[in-house]
């Protein structure tokens, strides 16, 4: 019998019992011998039936999910709020109503004092999850922090995407396996650069994300690969990546290469451009709309891509699944994929397919 067509009359005729027998022992709802029930389980297994979780969703009460973002890339962050907007609207016909809030990007205390007014809201006006993304930090997590473990303890499911925000009480996180994407960086400094000096430019070290980042790119470089490795951090801030790099290439006069762990790439090359430093070798991360022609001008020779749009899909979905109890991991990471000249024109065409 085709799964498709399998119904509660179906097991019904097969077991002798009524539909509303079938019924009660499939939903785990009213009376029913454990014999029965046992029976029903068995013969619905034995006949591939599936329940219609649309047709569950919309007797179910409806589910509210808030999403919070902020980012001062807006590209990269518009990516995540398109994979969360299509995952939403999966969802819809399972009763479930997704509301995406992008707080503009203007410093990060201002970012924050905006998100946690709106975390604030949606705690109060009784959503069942909340998906949150910030970007970076100075000293502003452990006021996101209280904020996150205050709606957990109120019974709020808090997820986190693109970069996780430790000692929370968050109830899953999907992101980009930063610590793999900086060796892979690594790996490709190593064939152009192998023992010279390079430096990484990071957005905050108090970020998790971007601690994978260097972890990651020291873990497989050691003490061996290059003569020296200096980190430097801009919190992705226009003005001080600007300042940042100036320092950068002032301090290191020898520098061979480049490692710009997020998303604000673009920016920092320009200004390696300005400085007309074309003989460093660069690994940028992630794709905007500059990227390809970076890397056609061979003012970057690879970029790492976090598939930001995947990571808001796959988010939302592991939030709704949490919250009708459905299993799924707690952590989920994106393995990262390398992008070159040769094939950034097919990433950047379709990043939805390409994920």
Same mark, same amino acid.
């Given at each position: 019998?085709?799964?498709?067509?399998?119904?509660?009359?179906?097991?019904?005729?097969?077991?002798?019992?009524?539909?509303?027998?079938?019924?009660?022992?499939?939903?785990?709802?009213?009376?029913?011998?454990?014999?029965?029930?046992? =029976?029903?389980?068995?013969?619905?297994?034995?006949?591939?039936?599936?329940?219609?979780?649309?047709?569950?969703?919309?007797?179910?009460?409806?589910? +509210?999910?808030?999403?919070?973002?902020? %980012?001062? /890339?807006?590209?990269?962050?518009?990516? $995540?709020?398109?994979?969360?907007?299509?995952?939403?609207?999966? =969802? *819809?016909?399972?009763?479930?109503?997704?509301?995406?809030?992008?707080?503009?990007?203007?410093?990060?205390?201002?970012?924050?004092? +905006?998100?946690?007014?709106?975390?604030?809201?949606?705690?109060?006006?009784?959503?069942?999850?909340?998906? &949150? @993304?910030?970007?970076?930090? !100075?000293?502003?997590?452990?006021?996101?922090?209280?904020?996150?473990?205050?709606?957990?303890?109120?019974?709020?499911? /808090?997820?986190?995407?693109?970069?996780?925000?430790?000692?929370?009480?968050?109830?899953?996180? /999907?992101?980009?396996?930063? @610590?793999?994407?900086?060796?892979?960086?690594?790996?490709?400094?190593?064939?152009?650069?192998?023992?010279?000096?390079? *430096?990484? !430019?990071?957005?905050?070290?108090?970020?998790?994300?971007?601690?994978?980042? #260097?972890?990651?790119?020291?873990?497989?470089?050691?003490?061996?690969? @290059?003569?020296?490795?200096?980190?430097?951090?801009?919190?992705?801030?226009?003005?001080?990546?600007?300042?940042?790099?100036?320092?950068?290439?002032?301090?290191?006069?020898?520098?061979?290469?480049?490692?710009?762990?997020?998303?604000?790439? *673009?920016?920092? %090359?320009?200004?390696?451009?300005?400085?007309?430093?074309?003989?460093?070798?660069? &690994?940028?991360?992630?794709?905007?709309?500059?990227?390809?022609?970076?890397?056609?001008?061979?003012?970057?020779?690879? #970029?790492?891509?976090?598939?930001?749009?995947?990571?808001?899909?796959?988010?939302?979905?592991?939030?709704?699944?949490? =919250?009708?109890?459905?299993? %799924?991991?707690? $952590?989920?990471?994106? !393995?990262?994929?390398?992008?070159?000249?040769?094939?950034?024109?097919?990433?950047?065409?379709?990043? $939805?397919?390409?994920?």
């Amino acid at each position: 019998m085709n799964n498709k067509h399998v119904t509660i009359y179906d097991i019904a005729e097969k077991t002798g019992v009524s539909a509303v027998t079938v019924h009660r022992a499939l939903s785990n709802k009213g009376r029913i011998s454990e014999k029965t029930k046992t =029976l029903i389980l068995e013969t619905a297994q034995a006949m591939g039936y599936q329940a219609n979780p649309a047709a569950q969703g919309l007797r179910r009460a409806p589910i +509210k999910i808030g999403a919070v973002l902020s %980012c001062p /890339v807006d590209e990269y962050v518009n990516d $995540i709020i398109q994979g969360i907007a299509d995952g939403a609207a999966d =969802l *819809a016909k399972y009763n479930v109503s997704v509301d995406i809030i992008k707080i503009d990007h203007t410093n990060n205390r201002e970012a924050l004092e +905006k998100m946690l007014h709106h975390l604030q809201r949606l705690s109060e006006e009784d959503y069942n999850g909340i998906l &949150v @993304f910030s970007s970076s930090y !100075l000293d502003e997590i452990e006021e996101l922090t209280a904020m996150i473990n205050e709606m957990s303890q109120n019974g709020i499911a /808090v997820a986190t995407v693109a970069n996780e925000i430790p000692h929370t009480s968050r109830v899953l996180h /999907v992101g980009v396996d930063a @610590f793999t994407a900086g060796r892979m960086a690594a790996q490709m400094l190593e064939i152009a650069c192998a023992q010279k000096e390079i *430096a990484i !430019l990071t957005a905050s070290q108090a970020s998790a994300v971007n601690q994978n980042y #260097t972890h990651g790119f020291m873990d497989y470089a050691g003490n061996t690969t @290059f003569s020296n490795i200096r980190t430097y951090e801009h919190f992705d801030d226009p003005k001080r990546i600007q300042s940042v790099v100036t320092q950068m290439l002032e301090e290191n006069p020898n520098l061979a290469g480049v490692y710009m762990s997020t998303a604000s790439s *673009a920016l920092a %090359c320009h200004y390696i451009r300005q400085a007309k430093r074309d003989d460093l070798f660069i &690994v940028t991360t992630d794709i905007v709309s500059e990227t390809p022609l970076l890397l056609k001008n061979k003012t970057a020779n690879a #970029t790492i891509y976090q598939m930001p749009y995947r990571q808001g899909k796959v988010a939302i979905r592991n939030l709704y699944n949490h =919250l009708v109890n459905v299993p %799924c991991n707690s $952590i989920q990471l994106l !393995l990262p994929q390398i992008v070159l000249e040769s094939n950034v024109d097919f990433v950047t065409k379709d990043k $939805i397919s390409y994920t």
